[in-house]
């Protein structure tokens, strides 16, 4: 069964695209959270901080978990109004046999 967490209107819409980009990446059997938004700026760039969390389930999750710490720091997003200019991964936390999760940092900024 494929699963992916719905994503709530009520968020920022710069968090629901990146949401939707992470999914198309993850694959079937993830639940994504946004724990909290934060709003950011430098003296050239405003944007977003959101802390998210990916929660993998099945009997592969902690190889998905693994392939996904590697390569989200990397990956290249396609979000619309934003680009995505940092991805840290900031823990991987083994829930059960079958489930991991994956906090991210991730700082967006506004494609101007």
Request: include cysteine; aromatic fraction near 2%.
């Amino acid at each position: 069964m494929s699963r992916h967490t719905p994503v709530r209107a009520a968020q920022p819409l710069s968090t629901r695209r990146l949401l939707r980009s992470l999914l198309d990446l993850t694959g079937p059997d993830v639940l994504a959270h946004c724990r909290e938004t934060t709003p950011w700026a430098s003296a050239l760039y405003d944007g977003t901080r959101h802390l998210i969390e990916l929660e993998l389930t099945g009997e592969d999750a902690a190889l998905r978990a693994e392939a996904l710490a590697q390569l989200l720091p990397n990956a290249e997003f396609l979000i619309m109004g934003n680009i995505v200019a940092d991805l840290a991964v900031d823990e991987h936390v083994v829930l059960d046999a079958q489930r991991h999760r994956l906090d991210l940092s991730v700082l967006t900024i506004a494609d101007a």
